[in-house]
């Protein structure tokens, strides 16, 4: 081989990046069919995200299935058309961090121009694995009460969950693995490295609970883009911008005067003062295009 040849081909070697799986967005699946229960091949499924105008088309196969992944999560507007048949629509479609979806489609014949609109349903059953595990969603994280306001707290409340006493990412283990063995994911980035270091591990992985838009954390049966780590596997994804502006303010209160007496505190309650201040702030830098 000539030299040169050998030192762009080492280069190359040398700049190459892993291949991350995309285990921060979600899929969407399913089947198209006719009245008579056939497949119905080159039908046009169309995805719209109202909030960030993201859109995406796809054609079903031969054998009438269709597949979309590394899909944002949100709100989806689901439309599915082709030639002869009534066209469906399907509005308000959660997709969750993580979540491959199926939603099948059955056509009614038609001989005009006709749409059936249908409002997705909340909760879905999950078809295509056998995981174990839950999404913590934004209203949960902003409402439910956090010791500290640390986000990492609420992963108690997925199955297979054991607390150590920590109540925070370095103490939560699941479906008896080590602390060891969790992998945390953050916006698709694997964070486990800063995870486990030792130096101020709580205060360098204290995400914002304003920050985060939804995280799923799966205890066992995962699927093969979850590995690296055979314990518990938490994906965490941050709030996007979209086409409207939008913000809060907060201060999260915490104070002695509503604290109660142990039998072991003298006869009055230990001072405690805890007010936690912050806000956030999200909009469009392009519309349909650029967010912050």
């Not at 190459?16 to 091949?41: E, I, K, M, Y």
């Not at 082709?82 to 979806?101: H, I, P, W, Y």
């Not at 609420?154 to 080590?178: C, D, E, W």
């Amino acid at each position: 081989m000539p030299k040169s040849i050998s030192r762009i081909s080492m280069c190359l070697i040398a700049l190459s990046l892993p291949l991350l799986a995309q285990v921060d967005r979600a899929s969407l699946n399913g089947t198209v069919t006719d009245p008579s229960g056939a497949a119905v091949p080159r039908a046009s499924i169309d995805v719209f995200l109202e909030s960030t105008g993201f859109k995406r088309t796809v054609l079903s196969s031969e054998a009438g299935t269709y597949v979309l992944t590394a899909l944002p999560i949100g709100r989806w507007r689901v439309t599915i058309q082709a030639s002869g048949f009534q066209s469906q629509q399907v509005d308000d479609l959660g997709l969750s961090v993580g979540e491959t979806r199926t939603l099948d489609f059955r056509f009614g014949v038609s001989a005009s121009a006709e749409t059936v609109q249908v409002t997705a349903v909340t909760v879905a059953l999950e078809q295509a694995t056998a995981e174990t595990g839950g999404v913590i969603d934004s209203q949960q994280v902003k409402e439910l009460p956090i010791n500290g306001r640390n986000w990492a707290g609420l992963m108690v409340l997925i199955p297979g969950a054991i607390n150590t006493g920590i109540g925070n990412q370095t103490g939560i283990r699941f479906a008896g693995h080590g602390l060891d063995d969790n992998k945390l994911v953050f916006d698709g980035m694997d964070a486990t490295g800063i995870l486990r270091q030792s130096q101020k591990t709580d205060l360098r992985l204290q995400i914002s609970s304003e920050a985060i838009a939804e995280f799923r954390v799966n205890s066992s049966l995962y699927s093969a883009e979850f590995g690296g780590a055979g314990g518990g596997q938490a994906d965490v994804v941050s709030k996007s911008g979209s086409n409207g502006f939008h913000g809060s303010v907060f201060e999260f209160f915490r104070n002695d005067k509503l604290n109660s007496r142990s039998p072991f505190d003298p006869a009055t309650v230990p001072p405690f003062h805890l007010n936690q201040f912050g806000g956030s702030l999200g909009g469009p830098i392009a519309k349909d295009r650029t967010f912050f």
